[in-house]
């Protein structure tokens, strides 16, 4: 793994050629850039790891009969049959490892770009509440400056209603 790719960029096919894919980089900039090379190396793998049976015996018997000392009759024996069931039971294994692997990187690849994105979210957020926050200020300040005006006003009417009450006690008071 190189510091620039976190997915594995081996395969291997049927006849055990390892296979060069295209990595995932960690500089993909959105989650759907990982899913189209996501979907590119599915496609790849797919056309790698798919083994029809006859291909599976013909390697097995092969490698059999490979060992076989010369001399020795073509017929497969029970240790035969075994011993090759035991190395495709233990390719499969290592083929499910990878596989483990892959996932694995492709789960730190989403968390990494999952947190990039949030950052990206938070930073956006903030730039915003900071704009939104100078508008929200003025506004504020207006609101409390009329909010202010009208508490002049009413202290004034106040004042006014006192005045016109004292003056019509006044005026009642002389009448009288």
Known sequence: MTGKNFLTDKMFSPDGNSIHTQSISENAETP?????E???????????TMVSV?????????????HTPIGASNEMTREDIT????????DLN????????LIEDFKKALELQVRRTCAMVEERMFHVYEKQGKEVQEKLQELFAGIERIAKTEAELGEFREALRLLYTDINTVQE
Not at 32 to 36: A, D, V, W, Y
Not at 38 to 48: C, P, R
Not at 54 to 66: H, R
């Open 32 to 36: 759907e850039c990982i899913n189209q």
């Open 38 to 48: 996501l979907l590119k190396q599915s496609n790849d793998i797919e056309g790698a």
């Open 54 to 66: 006859n291909e599976i015996s013909e390697q097995g018997s092969s490698s059999v009969y490979s």
């Open 83 to 90: 011993s090759a069931a035991n190395a495709l039971i233990d």
């Open 94 to 101: 290592q083929k499910r490892k990878q596989d483990t692997q």
